[in-house]
């Protein structure tokens, strides 16, 4: 997936191939195993702009501003629900209406498929069809398995729904080797923390949803709005990433595009109003005064050489700095 978004060019001096960045999360990983070397949890977050070959819908942007946050050092669920939790206050902050989550574990796909020994092409083209719960080509696909892996695969067709669908996939994977139990009650004890941080949150389960299936290694999540086609905010476990960079530890996370939330976000972005007119001068003190009223948040507006009083209404501010003696006070602007 990574390779087909990468906007790829020549160089011209070496005639080499290049990309341009088209994911942060590689780059974070480098930073964890190699700039960090952390043996405990690393928390990291991070934004920047990102250039894609091909949008990822119609209304998506090939150039977003990548935003996100990742967990490095932990394999527990807790990890998850820690990154899912921060996303979706992200969202709130942002007052994004109508959110609804949907969550998967690649897991469960990835254990039957290997109790099953599928071979990498067969594996492909039941991956494939289960992105399109094309049932027949399931059971086509599975037709020569056992019989008790061929319905477990052949479950994952339909096991998505409300939270019922986590106790139903109980009983239809109850026989399922135990990489599959364990990845189901980890789905299911994210799914009641969620659940309890977050009452209102509509919770979608889909375990033959396989989103990233070749990157992710665990749990998957994507927010969805209404009217929006594709995934507002996404992320899941990965924890062989670092492996390219030497050193693969348990990690996790999420990222979004600041553009989009932008968009979508109701959020009012309250400007602080008002400022204080500083005087063209050379007085140390005067300087002095403003720092002190910089580092207490308040917006100072030098006049230039020339600059009346009057000007200072023009840059908003609707207070001055007056010299009384040897100190300065900040007096309203004289009208």
Request: with cysteine.
């Amino acid at each position: 997936d990574l390779d087909l978004r990468t906007f790829k060019v020549i160089d011209p001096q070496s005639g080499r191939q290049m990309g341009f960045r088209a994911d942060i999360t590689p780059q974070v990983a480098r930073i964890d195993a190699h700039t960090l070397k952390r043996e405990g949890p690393s928390r990291l977050c991070y934004a920047g702009s990102v250039l894609h070959a091909q949008p990822r819908a119609l209304s998506s942007s090939r150039s977003p501003i990548q935003l996100g946050a990742e967990l490095y050092g932990d394999a527990s669920p807790s990890s998850d629900v820690e990154v899912i939790s921060l996303m979706l206050a992200m969202l709130q902050l942002a007052d994004v209406p109508d959110v609804h989550m949907d969550l998967g574990h690649v897991g469960i796909y990835r254990g039957l498929a290997r109790a099953a020994g599928l071979s990498g092409e067969v594996e492909q083209q039941l991956f494939d069809a289960l992105q399109r719960k094309a049932i027949d080509e399931v059971v086509a696909l599975t037709a020569n398995l056992p019989p008790e892996l061929a319905s477990m695969l052949r479950a994952l067709v339909d096991l998505c729904g409300g939270r019922e669908v986590l106790d139903a996939a109980r009983d239809r994977l109850a026989g399922a080797p135990a990489p599959v139990l364990a990845a189901l009650d980890d789905l299911l004890a994210i799914a009641d923390r969620l659940a309890a941080r977050f009452p209102q949150l509509p919770l979608y389960f889909d375990l033959g949803e396989l989103r990233g299936y070749h990157y992710h290694t665990g749990v998957v999540f994507a927010v969805f709005v209404p009217g929006v086609g594709q995934s507002i905010a996404q992320g899941g476990r990965y924890d062989d990433i670092g492996a390219d960079f030497g050193r693969a530890r348990p990690a996790t996370g999420f990222s979004t595009d600041l553009k989009t939330l932008v968009t979508l976000g109701q959020a009012e972005i309250v400007l602080p109003s008002g400022g204080i007119w500083m005087p063209d001068s050379t007085d140390a003190a005067l300087w002095q005064q403003v720092c002190q009223l910089r580092s207490e948040g308040q917006r100072v507006v030098q006049a230039l050489p020339g600059q009346q009083v009057s000007a200072a209404r023009e840059a908003d501010c609707d207070r001055q700095l007056i010299q009384h003696g040897e100190h300065w006070q900040v007096m309203p602007l004289a009208s």
